[in-house]
């Protein structure tokens, strides 16, 4: 007869939470060359306040380089004049298991960037491509786990185009109900930091749509008011780096408890179109190796 004996280490016992690990992402982002206010089609925008262009390109570099010094791949889409938004690349598409479902937006303002971004897909070797019938603004209401794709409604994209995407990707879709007009965007109140693992700022969704986020992920990182306020949800993870608005502190040393490494960047400028971190990054995830 054997016996197993399970032996506790008191070393490993009360170690610190495993070292995470950042996998390599693959980006689409779009330089700000002519980005501009000149319409207002969410709270944070104001036509009348002056916007410093070489200013937001200066910020955004500094954004795409990071993304380079931490190992990840970057491809560039050229701006287009007259799509002052256009650097916004999370709204261009959603990318699952290298299948494509393309944008379309809600405001007619935009909704040239749809089939801009579609181009750029269909001349860059991707062959699974799905131009859409009904709204939806790609990742900025798309964010995609490891089990499920959490889908943002109430100010952008539709219920429509939520069944749309679970059809096309053939994974579960969550939706999600936005009630807070300065959150019109899922990817400005909640952010995917690890497979199964988020942050969300609770003050924008609705009482159901917050007992289905607490359900899912019962350990999420939560998000103060005041974190929510300056775009600290609007961030970016690798798994290991989380990139954020640099004023978001708060949210910050929250990541840091959880193991992961906060970085703060500075994108003011942009952040009057409405937009931070993760609204100028679109992942691009291939196919899995089955
Ligand atoms: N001005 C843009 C809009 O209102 C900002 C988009 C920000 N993008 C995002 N992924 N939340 O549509």
């Known amino acids: ?22 996998r390599t992402r693959r980006y689409l982002m779009c330089r700000p060359t002519h980005f501009d206010v000149t319409y207002a089609i969410n709270p944070w925008m104001d ?47 959603t990318v699952v298991d290298g299948k494509v479902l393309g944008a379309l937006f809600r405001n007619a303002e935009r909704a040239a960037e749809g089939p801009a971004y579609l181009e ?33 409604k109430g100010f952008r994209s539709t219920p429509e185009g939520h069944f749309e995407a679970q059809e096309f ?13 300065r959150y019109y965007h899922l990817d400005t109140a909640l ?55 640099e004023a978001a502190t708060g949210l910050a040393k929250k990541l840091h408890d959880r193991g992961f490494e906060p970085i703060g960047m500075d994108l003011s400028e942009l952040l009057k179109g409405g937009g931070s971190v993760k609204c100028c990054t679109l992942e691009l995830r291939e196919r899995r190796a089955s």
């Open 191 to 245: 952010s995917v930091l690890a497979d199964n693992e988020v942050m969300y700022y609770p003050g924008a969704f609705s009482p159901g749509s917050l007992a289905v986020l607490e359900q899912l992920f019962p350990d999420a990182v939560l998000a103060t008011a005041e974190d929510a306020g300056v775009f600290g949800l609007n961030a970016v993870s690798d798994g290991r780096h989380v990139i954020l608005p």
């Open 47 to 93: 036509p009348a306040k002056p916007v410093d262009t070489p200013l937001a390109v200066a910020q955004w570099e500094r954004l795409h380089d990071l993304y380079v010094q931490l190992g990840h791949e970057v491809d560039l889409i050229d701006p287009v004049p007259g799509l002052p938004d256009m650097v916004f690349a999370a709204n261009g598409a």
């Open 1 to 22: 007869m054997t016996t197993v004996t399970a032996v506790l280490d008191p070393a490993t016992a009360t170690a610190a939470p495993a070292a995470r690990v950042a």
């Open 169 to 181: 990707f053939g994974r579960p879709v969550i939706g999600l109900d936005l009630v807070d007009p």
């Open 120 to 152: 750029w897909f269909r001349t860059h070797g991707f062959t699974e491509l799905h131009d859409p019938a009904y709204v939806n603004e790609g990742e900025g209401d798309f964010l995609v786990t490891g089990d499920y794709v959490l889908a943002g």
